[in-house]
C-alpha cells in the first residue's frame, strides 16, 4: 500500500516483497526467521533392560532359534583332553613300511621270556602298586593317552589292550605273545606328588618289549592320533632299549615319557621350578575349601605361570592342571570363576574348552555388580585376546559369548573407555568387514547373524565416545555397516542395532556428513521402512536417520525427495501411526499419565515424521510440492485437530512449525492457502494455551498467513491483535520478533493502524528498540518498518506519539545511527561481519527516514 504522497519512495508502507522480486541476502535471512527453520528433536528412547541377556526382551529370534542366555556349566562340561585341530591337508603315503623291530645282525633274535609270577605275597604287593601307579599316571596323560581312561569321578577304569607279536622271533615257539593288561581304580583327585617307589628287581617283572604296545595298534599305525608329544621316543628307539630300561618306564616316579612335559626333555631347572613353585600351589587347589583362598591360589598360578613364561598352549605340563582348574568351576563362586577364567583363557583352550569358559565369562558378566571384579581381573585382556587369536569361523558360538560379555561390560561408564583404549572398536570393525563376506547360502551365514547382534549392540554402547566415532569415521566402518544392513535386512534385530548406532552419529556433524555420502543410505532406509513398518523401534529410529540428514543442507532433502516413492512411504506411515494413535487411550489429566515424560510409541513416530517433512520443506521446489499435497497437509491438519500441547507438547509443536515452513510458499494450488481459515482457528486454541514455545510457533504461522486480508480481518474479529500486542511485553527476542512482524501486516491497511493506538502498542514498540537494537538489528528494522506504516499519515492525522514516546524515539534512532555505537555491541566474532552488513543495508535506510519524518 502506498499514499498519494508524490515521494513514494519515501513513503509507502513497509510489506513483504512479491516472490518475484530479486532478494538481498539479508532480506533471505530475515525471511527464513520468520517461516523456515530445521526441527530438532529427541533421540528416541532407548528402555534400560532389567536383565542382561544375549538377546534382549523385543528380539525377533525365538529362543529355539538362538544361543541361550541361561545355561549350566559344571566341571563335565570341560574335555579333559583338546581335540587337535584337524588338520586340512592329506598327508602323503609312506614310500616304505614302518617296521616295529630294528634288523638283526647275525642270528641274534629277541627272547620274550614268559611271564614269572611272583609267589612272595608281600612281592605280588610291590608289582600291584607298580602298576597301580603305572595307571594313574597313564590316567593323567603320562604314559599313556588320555583317551584311554575317563576323567569321571568314583568310577571303575578298564582298558585292554592287546598286541600281537607273531612276527617277532622268538625262542619259544609255543609261547603265545598275547598281552592282556586291567587295572581298576578310583579317581581321588590328581595326584601332585608321586611317592609310590618299586622296588621289585627286575627279574620279576614281565620282560616287555615296549610300553607303546599297551596302547591300540591304531595309535601305533597313525601316530598322530596317539596324543603323544613330539618329545616322547619313537618305536625304535625303545626297541634298543635293554629290558631295564622298559621296566624303569613304568616307576610312576620317573616315567621316560611323560605327556605334557613331564618328558625326559625337562631341564633340572624347570622340575625344580615346577616341584617349588607349582605343585604346592595345585596341591593347595585340590585341598583347600576356603573361596578366599582359592582366589589367592588362583593368583599365585597366575603369577607363577607368567613369571616362567608358562602361559599359552606350549607349556608342557598344561594339561594337569587345566584339570584342577576345570573341577574347580563347579564351586558356585563368581570371583573364583573369574580367576578360573583369566588362567584357562591364558592357557590357549581351543574347541568346545574355549565355548565353557567364554561361557563361564559370559554368567558371570550377567550380574551387573561383578563389573568392578571383571575390572579389577583384567577379564577384558582375556576376551580381547580371544577375538584376536582365535578364528572367527572355527569358534562362532564361542565368540557369540564372548562378545556378549563385551556387550555387558560396554554398558558400564567406567569400563567404556578402558575398552576403546584398548582396540575394541578396531577388533569388532574388522569382524564385521570379515562378515559382511560370508554368503547367503554358506551354512555359516545365520550363526553368524547372531554374532553381529553382539558386535553390532556392543558398537552401539561405545559410539557414545569421541574417540570411538573418530576410529569408526578413520576405518570407513559407516560403509560397512550400511551394507551390512542391507544384507541382512530381513534380521530384525540387526537391522534395530545398527539403526541404534546411525542414530547417534547422525546427531554429529561429521558423522551424519559420512552417512550422507553413501549413496544409497536414501535408498535403504526406505527399504527397511517398507519392509518392516511395524516394528517400532526400528521405524522411529530410522525416521530420526532421515531427519538429521534432511536437517544438513538442501543436497540431503534434495536426494531423499528423488528416491521413488519415498513422499508416499512417509504418508503410509503417518497415516498408519496417526490411526493407532487417534484410537488409542487418551491420556489423563491425572493419574499414572500426569507425570508422562516419554511419549507413546505412535506418538514418538509421529514426532518424527513430522520433522522430515518440516526439513524437507526448507528447500524450494520440495517445499512447494509438499505445500501442494493434499494428503501431507491433511495429516497435519488431523494432529492438530485431536492432539492439545498440553498432553503432547513435542507432536503439536512440531505440527505447528511444519505448518510454518509450508505456508511460506504461496505456490498455485497451495493447500495450506487454500485452508488458510481453518488453520488460523486452529491455532486459537494454542494461542491461549500455557505453552510459551506453542505460542511462538503459532504467532510465525499467524506472521506468513496475515499477508491475506481474509487472515487480517479474523485477527482483528478475534481481537488476536491484542494478544500480539501484549507479547510484545514478553522480552523475548524471537517472541517480539513474530508479534511484531503480525503488527507490521496489519498496518500496511490504513484501516487497521488505528490498532496501535490501543493496548500501549507504540510505547511497547519502543521500549523493544531500546532493549534488543544494539543486539538484534532483525528486530529493530522491524519495529522501524512497523512504527513507519503507523506514521505515514502524520501531517493530516496530528501527532500520532505522545512528546515523550516521540523524544525517546529520536534519542534511539541517533544513537543507532551511529556507526561506532551502534556496532559497539559483544557479538561473536563469526557474525560481526553479518550483523554489520545488515545494519549498513536493512536498518541504516528505513531508521533514517523514520528519524526524518519525525524531526520535521
Known amino acids: 500500500m502506498s499514499s498519494k504522497n508524490k515521494n513514494v519512495e519515501n513513503s509507502e508502507a513497509f510489506y513483504r516483497p512479491s516472490l518475484a522480486v530479486q532478494k538481498t541476502s539479508a532480506e533471505i535471512i530475515n525471511e527464513a526467521r520468520n517461516a523456515l527453520r530445521t526441527l530438532r528433536t529427541r533421540r528416541p528412547f532407548t528402555p534400560r533392560e532389567e536383565q542382561r541377556k544375549l538377546f534382549g526382551s523385543t528380539s525377533s529370534r525365538t529362543p529355539e532359534n538362538r544361543p541361550p542366555s541361561s545355561f549350566s556349566l559344571h566341571a563335565s562340561s570341560f574335555e579333559s583332553v583338546e581335540p587337535r585341530p584337524v588338520s586340512c591337508a592329506r598327508l602323503s603315503p609312506l614310500d616304505h613300511k614302518p617296521k616295529l623291530l630294528l634288523p638283526l645282525s647275525g642270528n641274534e633274535e629277541y627272547h620274550i621270556s614268559p611271564c614269572k609270577i611272583p609267589v612272595d605275597p608281600e612281592e605280588t604287593g610291590k608289582v600291584r602298586n607298580a602298576r597301580t601307579c603305572l595307571f594313574r599316571t597313564a590316567s593323567h596323560g603320562n604314559l599313556l593317552n588320555d583317551k584311554i581312561f575317563s576323567s569321571v569321578e568314583c568310577k571303575r577304569l578298564s582298558f585292554e589292550g592287546q598286541a600281537t607279536l607273531g612276527d617277532i622271533p622268538r625262542s619259544d615257539e609255543h609261547f603265545s605273545a598275547k598281552l592282556t593288561v586291567q587295572s581298576g581304580f578310583e579317581d581321588e583327585g590328581l595326584p601332585l606328588a608321586y611317592e609310590d617307589k618299586v622296588e621289585q628287581a627286575n627279574s620279576e617283572m614281565p620282560e616287555i618289549t615296549t610300553p607303546s604296545q599297551v596302547i591300540s595298534k591304531s595309535d601305533q599305525d597313525h601316530p598322530e592320533k596317539s596324543g603323544r608329544p613330539s618329545s616322547c621316543p619313537d618305536n625304535t628307539n625303545w626297541i634298543k632299549a635293554d629290558p631295564k630300561t622298559a621296566i624303569e618306564a613304568m616307576d610312576c616316579c620317573k616315567p621316560p615319557c611323560r605327556e605334557n612335559n613331564l618328558g625326559a626333555n625337562e631341564t633340572e631347572e624347570e622340575e625344580n621350578y615346577w616341584n617349588m613353585r607349582i605343585l604346592p600351589i595345585l596341591h593347595e587347589l585340590e585341598t583347600e575349601v576356603s573361596v578366599e583362598n582359592l582366589c589367592h591360589a588362583c593368583d599365585n598360578l597366575y603369577q607363577a605361570l607368567e613369571d616362567r613364561n608358562m602361559l599359552g598352549k606350549r607349556f608342557k605340563r598344561r594339561t594337569l592342571f587345566l584339570k584342577t582348574l576345570y573341577k574347580l568351576c563347579d564351586i558356585a563362586s563368581d570371583p573364583l570363576g573369574?580367576?578360573?577364567?583369566?588362567i584357562i583363557l591364558a592357557l590357549k583352550v581351543s574347541g568346545k574348552n574355549l565355548?565353557?569358559?567364554?561361557?563361564?565369562v559370559f554368567k558371570i558378566s550377567r550380574n551387573e555388580k561383578n563389573d568392578c571384579l571383571i575390572q579389577s581381573n583384567k577379564i577384558l585382556d582375556s576376551l580381547l585376546e580371544v577375538l584376536r587369536a582365535e578364528d572367527m569361523q572355527t569358534n562362532t558360538e564361542a565368540f557369540i559369548y564372548c562378545i556378549g560379555a563385551l556387550k555387558f561390560i560396554s554398558g558400564n561408564t567406567s569400563l567404556i573407555h578402558e575398552m576403546v583404549n584398548k582396540g575394541t572398536v578396531e577388533i569388532l570393525l574388522q569382524f564385521t568387514k570379515q562378515i559382511n563376506l560370508i554368503n547367503e547360502n554358506e551354512a555359516q551365514f545365520c550363526s553368524s547373524g547372531h554374532l553381529l547382534v553382539q558386535l553390532t549392540a556392543t558398537l552401539r554402547n561405545l559410539v557414545d565416545l569421541p574417540q570411538s566415532r573418530r576410529k569408526l569415521l578413520s576405518y570407513e566402518a559407516i560403509p560397512e555397516l550400511c551394507l551390512m544392513m542391507e544384507r541382512r535386512m530381513n534380521d530384525k534385530d540387526i537391522c534395530t542395532n545398527v539403526a541404534r548406532i546411525f542414530s547417534k552419529l547422525s546427531s554429529?556433524?561429521?558423522c551424519c556428513s559420512a552417512l550422507a555420502d553413501c549413496s544409497r543410505c536414501y535408498i535403504l532406509f526406505l527399504a527397511l521402512l517398507n519392509k518392516h513398518p511395524k516394528k517400532q523401534d526400528l521405524v522411529v529410529r530410522v525416521i530420526f536417520i532421515l531427519g538429521n540428514l534432511t536437517a544438513r543442507n538442501n543436497q540431503a532433502r534434495e536426494q531423499f525427495f528423488e528416491v521413488q516413492g519415498s513422499i508416499n512411504t512417509l504418508i503410509a506411515l503417518f497415516q498408519t501411526h496417526c490411526g493407532i494413535d487417534s484410537n488409542s487411550k487418551p491420556c489423563n489429566d491425572g493419574g499414572e499419565f500426569k507425570n508422562v515424560k516419554h511419549p507413546s510409541e505412535a506418538e514418538d513416530v509421529l514426532i518424527k515424521l513430522v520433522r522430515v517433512i518440516a526439513n524437507l520443506?526448507?528447500?524450494?521446489?520440495?517445499?512447494a510440492s509438499l505445500a501442494t499435497n493434499h494428503q501431507i497437509v491433511g495429516l497435519l491438519i488431523k494432529v492438530l485437530e485431536y492432539k492439545s500441547v498440553d498432553k503432547c507438547e513435542e507432536l503439536?509443536?512440531?505440527?505447528?512449525?511444519?505448518?510454518?515452513?509450508?505456508?511460506?510458499?504461496?505456490?498455485?494450488n497451495s493447500v495450506i492457502l487454500e485452508k488458510k481459515c481453518y488453520i488460523a482457528e486452529l491455532l486459537i486454541k494454542l494461542l491461549m494455551s500455557n505453552n510459551m514455545d506453542g505460542i511462538l510457533e503459532a504467532v510465525r504461522v499467524f506472521g506468513n498467513l496475515s499477508q491475506y486480508d481474509e487472515i487480517c480481518d479474523f485477527i482483528v474479529q478475534k481481537n488476536v491483535y491484542k494478544f500480539m500486542i501484549a507479547l510484545l511485553d514478553a522480552k523475548?527476542?524471537?517472541?517480539?520478533?513474530?508479534?511484531?512482524?503480525?503488527?507490521?501486516?496489519l498496518t500496511v491497511d490504513r484501516s487497521r493502524r488505528i490498532i496501535l493506538n490501543e493496548e500501549g502498542a507504540i510505547k511497547k514498540l519502543i521500549d523493544c528498540l531500546r532493549d534488543f537494537g544494539p543486539s538484534d538489528w532483525q528486530l529493530a528494522c522491524l519495529i522501524c518498518k512497523t512504527l513507519w506504516n503507523y506514521s505515514e499519515n502524520i501531517t493530516s492525522a496530528g501527532p500520532c506519539l505522545e512528546e515523550e514516546d516521540s523524544n525517546t524515539l529520536l534519542i534511539l534512532l541517533t544513537s543507532f545511527l551511529d556507526e561506532e555505537l551502534a556496532l559497539d555491541y559483544n557479538f561473536d566474532s563469526d557474525l560481526r561481519d553479518y550483523h554489520k552488513l545488515y545494519w549498513e543495508s536493512e536498518f541504516k535506510p528505513v531508521a533514517q527516514k523514520l528519524l526524518q519524518r519525525f524531526q520535521n
Open 338 to 342: 573369574l580367576k578360573l577364567a583369566k
Open 355 to 360: 565355548l565353557n569358559v567364554c561361557k563361564l
Open 508 to 510: 554429529f556433524n561429521d
Open 617 to 623: 520443506s526448507i528447500h524450494p521446489s520440495v517445499g
Open 652 to 668: 503439536v509443536i512440531n505440527t505447528t512449525a511444519t505448518i510454518n515452513n509450508l505456508s511460506y510458499y504461496q505456490v498455485k
Open 732 to 745: 523475548h527476542q524471537d517472541v517480539c520478533f513474530s508479534a511484531c512482524g503480525v503488527l507490521l501486516n
